[in-house]
């Protein structure tokens, strides 16, 4: 099968490998629909995040028709089209009792690496490096999807793969996010990155109830989508200050809660955005959190900063006097998919969201290292990349 | 105080239960199932090589003895005969290997309640002394593991097991890789 492999920093390519086959009794293969790249697929492409070999299948963002199902598989069936979360849980550990799926304990097999590194490892992810698992991911004509009963939502059929593809990731983590902020009626959520997942966010914060939603992001066509929902927006190329302008814009409150939707590469122009730069390029850092430290900043007292964006490793100065100064609530980590993809795919249903909107580009299999350059570089166009499969 | 009684209590806080020598690993790892369902299963030792990566093969000789085959780094294998020393229904099991063994070990696992509706606490405690610098060879083809790092790995697997009734894998699923080119995980 064709599959996008990652080669090294910066350079993925289509690879000729050997299907992918059930190796436990619980696994299915499916045969992918439609895929697409993630904006922590970026991480992985710009080297940030350790353990990636050359040879590795990206790709957690994916859904198909089920081929194959192993002896014990109870539920999922042939010919079922699912949604793969990009989390695998087992379903039978205490935390995915708990609906904590994204920490189960059974399903990284480098467990161990991740208990050295974080004390405790999370639980498995598809495409994303061998601290994660080193499962191959959906980025290909074929997946392999262990545990298929719990990691999976079978889809109705009549619905376009494209309304439901992101039951993957990005609209349960957006969702997340905002369930995160605790929003009461009246709130303000301020929300750094219009990426993918803040849009998400913007949508989700709404939907829970969130009276105004500020967007923070430099690319003007990303500002423009968050509008498109009521959001508000600063570009922060044109804003002397975001903390002053929040604060302006808040009634001297600040905001109820934020959203950091961009994670480790943030970009920004303030002296420790700079310094970041440099010292990750020096390799002196793992991670360039400034947004975190806006975050920690502005948001207001006694409230609530909500972290989707992903983090790798140990940071530097951030601001934690302010977050105790201000007793901010900080709610963070990978989605527990699982979770959210049922009551999420009933607003689908509902018509009370349609996540497709987010897209700006759909590729065959071909040109998906064109496509990371592109969403890599040009963010102003690429919004969203789905790969289109079968 | 009867049996049941027993079960239902919380054995905690842990204790560290053998007074331990120069190599000694004690770990412990909660799984979701009863202390009886977790005793049954350690105590037919035909189940141990299923999550013992190291160990190759466990012949039962006898209800109190048993002979292990484990691998090592190089390819070559040690093998001991033990003995049972100790064997409490659904709290603990220790063992000792025979004297003049080639590996030199014992150890006790005890399966202690969890609280609330947790399952059990396996406690693993082991002393292991293997003769003419072999030690550095106790370890897996995979992985190059050291002994201690392998207990830690292999409760994983025991715990993985009885969750889930599979282990977490990737060996055998695709890549761009040749055969030849695969990761070594080092742990």
């Known amino acids: 099968m064709k599959a996008l492999c990652w080669e090294g920093k910066q350079k993925v390519s289509i690879q000729n490998v050997p299907d992918p086959k059930i190796l436990n009794p619980h696994d299915a293969i499916v045969k992918v629909t439609t895929a697409a790249i993630c904006g922590s697929d970026l991480h992985l492409y710009d080297g940030y995040i350790p353990t990636m070999k050359k040879g590795d299948i990206l790709g957690h963002e994916t859904m198909g028709e089920v081929m194959e199902v192993g002896p014990l598989v109870k539920k999922v069936k042939v010919g079922d089209r699912i949604v793969i979360p990009f989390d695998i849980g087992c379903g039978s550990c205490e935390h995915c009792i708990n609906e904590e799926f994204s920490a189960c304990d059974n399903t990284n097999p480098n467990a161990i690496l991740a208990d050295k590194l974080y004390g405790y490892s999370g639980s498995g992810i598809f495409g994303y490096s061998h601290l994660y698992g080193g499962y191959a991911g959906g980025q290909a004509e074929f997946i392999r999807v262990p545990l298929v009963d719990t990691n999976s939502l079978v889809i109705p059929k009549g619905i376009e793969d494209e309304r439901v593809i992101f039951l993957s990731d990005i609209f349960p983590t957006g969702y997340m996010a905002a369930e995160n902020c605790n929003i009461k009626p009246g709130d303000t959520v301020a929300i750094w990155g219009a990426g993918p997942v803040g849009q998400m966010a913007v949508r989700s914060a709404f939907l829970l109830g969130a009276e105004r939603v500020i967007v923070i992001d430099h690319y003007e066509a990303r500002l423009k989508m968050a509008e498109e929902a009521g959001a508000e927006t600063i570009n922060f190329d044109d804003s002397a200050s975001i903390l002053e302008e929040l604060k302006f814009r808040t009634g001297g409150v600040g905001p109820d809660a934020c959203i950091d939707a961009v994670g480790l590469e943030a970009h920004g122009h303030t002296l420790t955005a700079n310094l970041d730069r440099i010292k990750a390029a020096a390799f002196l850092a793992t991670d360039r959190p400034d947004v975190l430290r806006q975050t920690l900043q502005a948001c207001k007292k006694c409230g609530t900063v909500s972290v989707p964006g992903v983090y790798g490793g140990v940071l530097d100065k951030i601001p934690f006097g302010a977050a105790f100064g201000k007793a901010l609530t900080i709610k963070m980590g990978q989605t527990h998919t699982q979770k959210y993809m049922q009551p999420l795919l009933e607003k689908i249903i509902d018509g009370k969201i349609d996540p497709s909107f987010v897209i700006t580009q759909r590729v065959k299999i071909e040109h998906v290292p064109e496509a990371y350059r592109l969403f890599s570089e040009q963010k102003e166009e690429c919004i969203k990349v789905v790969i289109d499969l079968h | ?187």
């Open chain 2, 1 to 187: 105080m009867s049996q049941s009684t027993t079960q239902n209590q919380t054995s905690l806080p842990l204790h560290r239960p053998l007074k331990l020598d120069r190599h000694k690993t004690h770990h412990s790892i909660t799984i979701r199932r009863s202390p009886s369902e977790v005793y049954e299963f350690w105590r037919n030792f035909e189940n141990l090589p299923r999550f013992l990566k190291d160990v190759i093969d466990i012949q039962v000789l006898s209800p109190t003895r048993s002979r292990w085959k484990i691998k090592l780094k190089s390819g070559l294998t040690a093998e001991w005969e033990a003995i049972i020393t100790d064997d409490e229904e659904g709290k603990q099991i220790a063992w000792e290997s025979l004297a003049d063994a080639e590996v030199e070990t014992n150890g006790v696992v005890q399966f202690l309640k969890a609280p609330a509706h947790r399952g059990t606490i396996v406690v693993l405690s082991m002393n292991y002394e293997v003769p003419g610098g072999k030690l550095t060879e106790w370890s897996t083809f995979f992985t190059g593991e050291d002994p201690d790092t392998l207990t830690q790995i292999n409760l994983k697997r025991l715990k993985a097991y009885l969750e889930t009734g599979e282990f977490p894998t990737v060996e055998g699923q695709s890549s761009g890789r040749r055969e030849e080119e695969k990761p070594r995980i080092t742990h």
